[in-house]
């Protein structure tokens, strides 16, 4: 299903980034995916299930939550962070900002696991050849 | 013994009224500050680096400081093209060493400006900016605007300190207000639970409740509108809250333009918002002594960028033919406002500066950071002060782990991970002393609380030994 992304900052991504960006309250505050209720019933996901989000770029899996404050049905939220980095593009379209809020993602419940910091990256970025 | 008058080095609002409780040089407790500024001086040490760090047969393994120095002096002097990226979280006298840095090694050096506020500058730079400083907003604004900035959680005091919940000198604070809404609020959803005990099928058979209309104050009164797409904490303090379509900021902007010049619009809504809520919002802004619009990564990162903060400057310019009305971008790290100052003073651009022809030169989109890396441009790079592995987008991040990198920061991050050489440093502003810049360009001191650990050197005197040793290596 089809939705539309916004990036941004949370309390929790300010303070556990601060704190520890490798420790499990960071991957808590930012690898989340937080959705509208109409839309967690239509993919039925239950709230802390995992869901898949895609780009053309790549995919992640996050944790779906129940958002109060996002009233559209069709929009979702993830924090700042770099599990959500890893599926977005690099075109700036000449300004040297990326387009980060407002895109197109491709949302599914998956049984797929979230995965850790250093997991991700070394699934994703490979690991570091000296 | 307690420290006062400490500047807080965590967003761009810098609070410089922070007391700090220090015993037997560690900070038990800290007053004044907000969520994530306490986070920051309570929780600095807990997963600290103290070792430098080279990368051998594919792992970190530690080293003495003058190796990992010179491991990274001979990458940025052997490189062709190497980029130097970071800097909005030390201070200027640190940037202005990394300034000399990039011209001696003729790279490219860049600030977290272009993944934040690169387009308000590149606006700024179309426009202009009519600004003021932000003890003005909290003694005389009458009409303060937030669009698609969301301070409650990334400036969490900057509604206390100077706008909507400060005590100004004439202007009043809007707190009663807001918790007699709150307790209205309540009461409203107390009812609706109520209604749903008694209702087949319980709440959810009733129709949601709709959305509280406030009554707007008497014109004298301090008034806070947001403009978001989402309700976010800082919304449900506004006393209006427009919410847009993801990506419809342009079109509201320009739709208000028209609206202020008295134009007549054919349309029933503009980006998913109704006509008449723009026409409201036109007639407060038209009608406010002192308007101020501060704006966040809402425009700068959504699609139109640079032209969304050009309506906004111009919907501002407009304004002033009415009355006083002011903008002002809502700078994230403490220092990336002195980031840009310190560029613009040695090089006369604030951000995205390449000197690999020997003379600074600006291009945003070519130079700037994210675009050198996702070209594969760069054959090295320097981080200071910044995790670009989880701030930037997939392509930029591949290109960097791959390429020679040296990070100098006082923990481990994902970017620190994939280095080669890991130096560490003092947290500028706990343990080192310097000079940062607030969101509205006033400049304050960062002091030096606690001692740093033993061998930890501040971010100034590293790069200081990495340029003297680049100019051994070069034979200067």
């Known amino acids: 299903m089809d939705f539309i992304l916004i990036t941004g900052r949370t309390i929790d991504q300010g303070k556990f980034k601060e704190h520890a960006k490798l420790s499990k309250e960071y991957e808590e505050s930012v690898a989340v995916c937080e959705m509208h209720a109409e839309d967690m019933k239509r993919l039925s996901v239950e709230e802390g299930g995992n869901v898949k989000v895609s780009t053309d770029i790549g995919s992640i899996v996050v944790k779906a939550k129940r958002s109060k404050r996002i009233r559209r049905p069709g929009v979702v939220f993830i924090p700042f962070g770099p599990w959500v980095n890893a599926i977005l593009s690099s075109e700036t379209d000449g300004t040297g900002m990326p387009h980060l809020k407002g895109f197109k993602v491709r949302i599914e419940p998956t049984c797929e696991p979230v995965q850790g910091l250093r997991e991700m990256f070394l699934k994703i970025y490979g690991g570091k050849k000296s | ?476």
């Not at chain 2, 809502?330 to 406002?337: D, I, L, P």
């Not at chain 2, 840009?340 to 130079?367: C, I, K, M």
């Not at chain 2, 940062?436 to 304050?444: G, I």
């Open chain 2, 1 to 476: 013994m307690m420290v006062s008058g400490v500047t807080c080095p965590f967003c761009g609002c810098c609070c410089d009224d922070v007391e700090v409780i220090v015993e037997d040089n560690k900070i038990v407790d800290v007053r004044n500050a907000c969520a994530l500024g306490a986070s920051k001086f309570m929780d600095y040490g807990k997963h600290r680096n103290t070792k430098p760090l080279i990368r051998k047969r594919g792992e970190l393994v530690e080293a003495t400081l003058d190796e990992a120095i010179r491991r990274c002096a001979e990458m940025l002097a052997e490189a062709y093209y190497p980029l130097l990226y970071g800097w909005s979280n030390t201070s200027c006298e640190a940037i202005k060493v990394g300034l000399e840095l990039a011209e001696e090694v003729g790279g490219v050096i860049d600030n977290t400006t272009t993944t934040c506020h690169g387009p308000s500058i590149l606006a700024i730079q179309e426009v202009g900016l009519p600004a003021c400083t932000l003890g003005q907003i909290r003694h005389r604004a009458d009409l303060v605007i937030y669009w698609g900035s969301n301070p409650w959680c990334a400036h969490p005091r900057h509604l206390e300190r100077y706008t909507a919940l400060a005590e100004g000198r004439f202007q009043r604070a809007i707190w009663k207000r807001y918790l007699s809404r709150l307790i209205l609020e309540s009461a409203r959803k107390k009812r609706y639970r109520v209604a749903g005990l008694v209702t087949k099928g319980g709440a959810a058979a009733l129709p949601p409740p709709k959305e509280e209309t406030w009554m707007l104050p008497p014109p004298e009164e301090r008034k806070l509108v947001v403009v978001d797409v989402q309700k976010t904490r800082t919304a449900d303090l506004a006393d209006i809250f427009i919410r847009a379509e993801p990506g419809g900021d342009y079109e509201i902007l320009q739709a208000l333009r028209a609206l202020i010049r008295d134009e007549e619009l054919d349309v029933d809504e503009v980006a998913g918002v109704p006509i008449e809520r723009l026409e409201e919002l036109a007639d407060l802004m038209v009608n406010a002594r002192f308007g101020m619009l501060f704006f966040g990564l809402g425009l700068t990162m959504s699609v139109g960028k640079s032209r969304n903060i050009e309506a906004a400057i111009k919907l501002v310019r407009d304004l002033n033919k009415y009355t006083k009305f002011l903008i002002m971008p809502m700078r994230g790290h403490f220092n990336v406002t002195g980031a840009n100052v310190v560029s613009t003073w040695q090089t006369g651009y604030p951000y995205a500066v390449d000197f690999s022809h020997g003379y600074p030169r600006y291009n945003p989109g070519e130079t700037s950071a994210v675009d050198v890396l996702s070209r594969g441009d760069a054959d090295a790079a320097l981080v200071i002060a910044s995790d670009p592995a989880s701030s930037f987008p997939r392509r930029a991040v591949e290109n960097l782990v791959k390429m020679p990198l040296a990070v100098i920061d006082p923990c481990i991050t994902p970017t620190a991970m994939n280095a080669d050489v890991v130096i560490p440093t003092s947290f500028v502003g706990i343990e080192a002393e310097g000079t940062t810049y607030r969101m509205d360009h006033v400049p304050l001191p960062l002091k030096k609380i606690v001692e740093p650990p033993s061998g930890i050197l501040s971010d100034e005197e590293i790069l200081r030994k990495i340029l003297d040793e680049v100019r051994k290596i070069k034979g200067k």
